[in-house]
């Protein structure tokens, strides 16, 4: 069997990469980095270490595919393949939407009837079916129909920590042993293809939304607290007794919204198992990430259904405390990270146009003065941490 997998980056290698070639799929990666396709259509194989002492994967039978250069060669790609997945970051869908409806759209017209996944594996609620709306804008109407009959667009969540990392070899990734790939099986079209190491659920939702909101939310706590005390790294900032209690408080008020929404999938006791595991993986000292790296893209990281403002808004409507994710919330408008693009316009934001003004837009709370008014003082009270540190 081969796969054609979009993003040939250290998740793309280390984590989708990994499980599918675990499964006996030779990979084409797509990617422009050419460094990296270069090498892997020179070599033909790269290895994998997990974050623990002398654990090492060799995955074989991989090439590359530079999308800029060669777009007809992934059309091509497509049209036989027998899975399509992605690790590109939600902002990059929209960008090679366009490729994926044209190998689509090559696929059916051959004659190619096989049943065919495209599953986007990206931090987000929703990745896939975001995925096939963007593709769905660049197929003509005739073809429409027999992509709907053969094409499938599961969503996905996946969960594994690839820290930053400067190897000489492009190639080489270093990983967390922890993984975990959910894919919502009454979405897909093969369901003949059922990949050892992931689980298929009837219903991600729940697998999803426990997922962004207690590793993203925790990971990006430890973050933003730990930036705002002056920390550079994920292992320095987590050993400070104030950061661990932090993200400890916000895990128990993610806990207490994933038990009162999906109580019929999860107990208390198995969504603190869960919960301490996170913990535990932070605090890995094989895995320590740079803040900069964990906290970069802090506008996107506000935003209305993401990690921090989703959960605040639905704790709220249920009555429930959110004191310490609202904490964390003010310290991200402090994030000031010169390399970060995202950064570098927030804080220019801060600069030019008024702090609720802001707040509105960045959180698209326009309809809830109550949560902006309190994210105001917030903002005000982590800025006095920020002196007091």
């Known amino acids: ?9 250290n998740i793309g290698r280390g984590f989708i990469g990994e499980t599918l070639a675990d499964n006996g799929f030779g990979i084409d990666f797509v990617d422009v980095n050419e460094t990296i396709i270069d090498e892997l259509n020179k070599r033909g194989e790269y290895d994998i270490e997990l974050a623990a002492p002398g654990k090492k994967i060799h995955v074989s039978n991989v090439d590359g595919i530079n999308n800029a250069k060669n777009p007809e060669k992934v059309v091509e790609a497509i049209k036989t393949t027998d899975m399509v997945t992605t690790a590109i970051g939600p ?7 366009p490729l994926i409806a044209q190998g689509l759209t090559e696929r059916v017209k051959s004659g190619n009837t096989k049943p065919l996944d495209v599953i986007a594996c990206e931090n987000m609620i929703g990745g896939s079916e975001h995925l096939k709306e963007e593709v769905y804008k660049h197929l003509d109407d005739d073809v429409k129909p027999e992509i709907d009959k053969y094409i499938g667009f599961p969503n996905a969540a996946v969960d594994r920590i690839v820290p930053i990392q400067h190897n000489e070899d492009p190639l080489f990734v270093s ?12 979405q897909m079209k093969n369901k003949d293809i059922k990949l050892k190491g992931v689980d298929y659920a009837p219903d991600l939702e729940p697998y999803i939304e426990r997922k962004l909101f207690s590793v993203n939310t925790g990971h990006a706590t430890v973050a933003y607290t730990g930036k ?8 320095d900032a987590i050993k ?17 919204l994933l038990y009162h929404k999906w109580n019929k999938e999860f107990t208390e006791e198995s969504l603190e198992e869960y919960h301490n595991k996170i913990l535990s993986r932070f605090q890995n000292p094989y895995i320590s990430d740079d803040i900069a790296r964990v906290g970069r893209t802090p506008i996107r990281k506000l935003g209305y259904n993401e990690r921090f403002i989703r959960p605040i808004r639905e704790l709220k409507e249920r009555g429930l405390d959110y004191s310490a994710l609202m904490e964390t919330v003010g310290r991200i408008y402090h994030f000031d990270e010169p390399k970060d693009k995202e950064s570098v316009k927030l804080m220019q934001m801060l600069k030019d146009e008024d702090l609720k ?16 008014e309190e994210i105001i003082k917030s903002y005000h009270a982590a800025d006095k941490d920020e002196k007091k540190a």
């Open 357 to 372: 003004d802001v707040i509105v837009e960045t959180t698209g709370l326009k309809d809830d003065p109550e949560l902006v």
């Open 175 to 186: 990983v967390e042993d922890f993984k975990e790939w959910v894919i919502d099986e009454s």
């Open 91 to 97: 902002k990059i869908l929209a960008i090679i939407a």
């Open 240 to 256: 400070d007794p104030f950061v661990l209690k932090q993200v400890k408080r916000v895990l128990s008020e993610t806990r207490s």
């Open 1 to 9: 069997m081969r796969a054609v997998h979009f993003g040939a980056g």
């Open 228 to 235: 705002n005390l002056g920390y550079s790294t994920i292992g």
